[in-house]
């Protein structure tokens, strides 16, 4: 089946403890995105990669950091988290093009306290 | 910059009625738009998108949406709705061609509708 990976689907840490969410999609899809939601502001862009060793940042990134060593795999990394970055996090992917859909996750619910 | 406004955060319609829920968009050059649906814990799913051509555009699960340039709209639509349709709902505008670096054609979403439908 088709499908975009996300783990874990509920993590709840502390503040400055190292954490990373992992993202794999088995499509064969050049690009990855990750976003994060929060209650009345949608969805917001965290980082993307166009490709394997090719990532950019996206409308807040910071306080995260990403890799693409591969190309089914785009782990979020978050180094010292913070409870503002308590939130709903989607992982997604897509063909290159720009009238191709992209397929999330079903996310991944962080809770920093 | 491309921008996408909802501006319902919610709608309610009753079981069988017609719904609506709306969405407009600014961009420079022709839009490309799309419409996605969150359901509880879940992802959120394509429905559909517009490129080019017929202003009335089909997709999954019975939705069809339809794209209107001169009131930069692009609202959503259903002839009967379903309990099940309930969710929220994200309008999506991708960046023009000339706005991306390198083709990466970001995607701005707006903030969401959630949609409720009663029996």
């Known amino acids: 089946e088709a499908q975009v990976t996300q783990n874990p689907r509920y993590l709840i840490t502390v503040t400055g403890k190292k954490l990373t969410v992992t993202c794999s999609q088995n499509m064969n899809h050049e690009y990855m995105s990750w976003y994060r939601q929060d209650p009345g502001l949608g969805l917001r862009q965290i980082y993307y990669?166009?490709?394997?060793?090719?990532?950019d940042k996206g409308d807040v990134p910071e306080g995260y950091k990403v890799s693409r060593k591969e190309k089914r795999n785009f782990p979020l990394i978050l180094e010292s988290p913070s409870p503002n970055q308590t939130s709903l996090y989607f992982c997604a992917s897509r063909i290159t093009g720009r009238d191709s859909p992209l397929h999330f996750g079903n996310g991944t619910r962080l809770t920093v306290t | 910059a491309q921008s996408v406004a909802q501006p319902e955060d919610q709608v309610n319609v009753a079981e069988g009625n017609p719904l609506t829920v709306k969405c407009t968009y600014s961009v420079s050059g022709n839009p490309y738009l799309f419409w996605y649906v969150q359901y509880p814990n879940r992802g959120l799913q394509f429905l559909l998108k517009?490129?080019?051509?017929?202003?009335l555009v089909k997709g999954s699960y019975g939705f069809e949406a339809e794209f209107n340039k001169s009131q930069t709209s692009f609202h959503l639509k259903k002839p009967s709705a379903l309990v099940s349709d309930s969710a929220l709902y994200f309008c999506a505008v991708r960046d023009p061609p000339s706005y991306s670096g390198a083709g990466s054609y970001q995607l701005t979403f707006g903030k969401g509708t959630k949609l409720s439908v009663i029996p």
């Open positions: 517009y490129i080019t051509g017929d202003n």
């Open positions: 990669s166009m490709n394997v060793e090719v990532t």
